[in-house]
Nanobody, 120 residues
Framework: QVQLVESGGGLVQAGGSLRLSCAAS????????MAWYRQAAGKQRDTVAR???????NYADSVKGRFTISRDNAENTVYLQMNSLKPEDTAVYYC??????????????WGKGTLVTVSS
């Protein structure tokens, strides 16, 4: 079982930066995929960025060139560096993990979220 705890959210002015952290209770070596999602008020939850066990990354078009996902395996932590923030980036950001267990069953894990508010 994997527990995910996000931190680093807060209030920032447009054009500013924040770094979100997601601490996992298990070694991220064993996790196939980790990702950041976000959900703005009244909107659906969308993928922001994803990183696989081999280091491959993907980004939503809306954040390409501004956000960077990375990981520190020694600290079992995944980060989302957010630069040039815009008011439309305001949302609750959720950490996500996907792992195939020893029985060959894929399991989804979600953090509880951290709020990012970007003022205009």
């Amino acid at each position: 079982q994997v527990q995910l705890v996000e931190s680093g959210g807060g209030l920032v002015q447009a054009g500013g930066s924040l770094r979100l952290s997601c601490a996992a209770s298990a070694s991220i070596f064993s996790i196939d995929t980790m990702a950041w999602y976000r959900q703005a008020a009244g909107k659906q939850r969308d993928t922001v960025a994803r990183i696989t066990s081999d280091g491959s990354t993907n980004y939503a078009d809306s954040v390409k060139g501004r956000f960077t996902i990375s990981r520190d395996n020694a600290e079992n932590t995944v980060y989302l560096q957010m630069n040039s923030l815009k008011p439309e980036d305001t949302a609750v950001y959720y950490c996500y993990a996907y792992r195939v267990n020893r029985l060959g069953i894929g399991v989804d894990y979600w953090g509880k979220g951290t709020l990012v508010t970007v003022s205009s």
